[in-house]
């Protein structure tokens, strides 16, 4: 009896968690490469504001869609927490609590995302600013959720390194797995040091998109899939019980 239930709870986290990430994969795709990137026009402050004012629809859907995020953020941490118990149940917790807090300064940012929207809404206390003034403050709005989301990714790289730790581990997931997913985290932390760090940043930007999507992409699909198609199965259960 007791098998059987530390099999269903496993299971279920496991189900729970690549459900989770898949929900992630699709919202965020859409709310930063669909949505944001594609109404802000860097160093064009009235254009943005142009584009957010036209695309006002499109710009409230990417913020639900970050919020979504956020949430379902939270529900993964707490998922891989119980999943990845087993292997080490004080390396599992550390792992969860930095999603944690990578969810918390993504929530953060969303607070300019809201602040952003409201000051291209016409309201009539905002007559008391000339329409640069306007510009320029939903610029900065916008780019202190990307600050605030840069700083929270460092601890999402970390939560992707320990995550890739733990699976190598484990006994039933593939260790080229666990790997990639250390080498993702990395690459978090290496772009938001590079944010900080470069002047020029912008010069290379592609680069460091493509060191960081590449292997994110690949780890956080793959781990989704397992954990859809075989977590909780096989050598898990057994474990956990004894």
């Not at 941490?77 to 118990?85: E, G, K, Q, V």
């Not at 807090?101 to 953060?108: P, Q, R, T």
Request: proline letters at 1%; one cysteine or more.
């Amino acid at each position: 009896m007791t098998t059987r239930i530390a099999d269903v709870s496993l299971r279920e986290a496991a189900r729970i968690a690549g459900v989770g990430y898949l929900i992630i994969f699709v919202l965020a795709i859409f709310a930063n490469f669909l949505v944001r990137t594609n109404l802000i026009e860097k160093g064009d402050a009235a254009a943005t504001v142009a584009n957010i004012v036209e695309s006002e629809g499109l710009f409230r859907a990417g913020l639900i869609s970050f919020l979504v995020v956020f949430v379902v953020d939270v529900v993964i941490a707490w998922a891989l927490y119980i999943f990845f118990r087993i292997v080490s149940r004080d390396l599992s917790l550390v792992t969860a609590w930095f999603r944690l807090v990578y969810a918390v300064f993504l929530g953060v940012g969303l607070i300019f995302f809201f602040q952003a929207l409201q000051l291209v809404s016409g309201a009539d206390y905002l007559k008391a600013f000339q329409q640069g003034q306007l510009d320029a403050q939903v610029m900065l709005s916008l780019d202190a959720f990307n600050y605030a989301w840069l700083i929270g990714l460092v601890c999402f790289g970390i939560h992707l390194g320990l995550l890739g730790y733990l699976i190598l581990k484990s006994a039933s997931i593939p260790r080229l797995l666990g790997f990639i997913l250390v080498l993702a985290g990395a690459a978090y932390v290496l772009d938001t040091l590079a944010n900080a760090l470069l002047a020029n940043y912008e010069d290379y930007q592609n680069v460091f998109l493509a060191i960081v999507a590449i292997p994110s992409v690949i780890g956080e699909l793959w781990l989704a899939l397992w954990l859809l198609i075989r977590g909780g199965k096989g050598r898990e259960a057994p474990q956990h019980a004894g």
